[in-house]
């Protein structure tokens, strides 16, 4: 396992993430998976920081173990791509928009958007399917339309 110290060049967030390898982390970065924890945005790079040094043994790499990453990278890909295509993007009115839709049986839609915790608890208590996004299938939001004057 490695660590990095990484920054988001969108949002300047510093943060640190682990892998299993430094191939690992350029794969995962050219899959689009390594994520900035406060924006999203993955125009992330690496940050020098001071090597830790070990005092055991190194365990040896499990054998396919670059295979797994690259199988959960392509898997990864698949899901943003089919969200993106055949989800509507409601944003932070997904509460709402699931309310809204158990009420209506003929508008009912595969949608996705961003909902705080106690909003997701209080869609389960009220019996409407919701479930999060692990980190890494989420695809990037679209860009709001701006407005030409």
């Known amino acids: 396992m490695i ?13 640190e993430a ?6 690992a982390h350029d794969r995962q970065v050219e899959a689009g998976l390594v994520a900035c924890p406060d924006c999203d945005g993955v125009n992330t790079g690496k940050q020098i ?13 499990t054998p396919g173990q670059g295979q797994d990453d690259e199988a959960f990278a392509e898997f990864a890909a698949r899901t ?42 209080a869609l389960l208590e009220e019996g409407i399917p919701a479930l999060p996004l ?5 695809p990037k939001p679209p860009k709001p339309d701006k407005d030409v004057n």
């Open 134 to 138: 692990p980190d890494g299938l989420a």
């Open 3 to 15: 660590r990095y110290a990484l920054r988001c060049h969108d949002c300047s967030a510093e943060y």
């Open 49 to 61: 920081m001071a090597p830790a040094i070990g005092r055991g043994r190194m365990n040896s790499p």
């Open 80 to 121: 943003r791509r089919h969200i993106a295509e055949n989800f509507d993007y409601v944003g932070r009115e997904f509460a709402r928009e699931a309310r809204d839709m158990q009420d209506d049986e003929n508008g009912r839609r595969a949608i996705w958007g961003q909902a705080s915790p106690a909003e997701a608890s």
């Open 18 to 23: 682990w892998f299993a390898s430094s191939a």
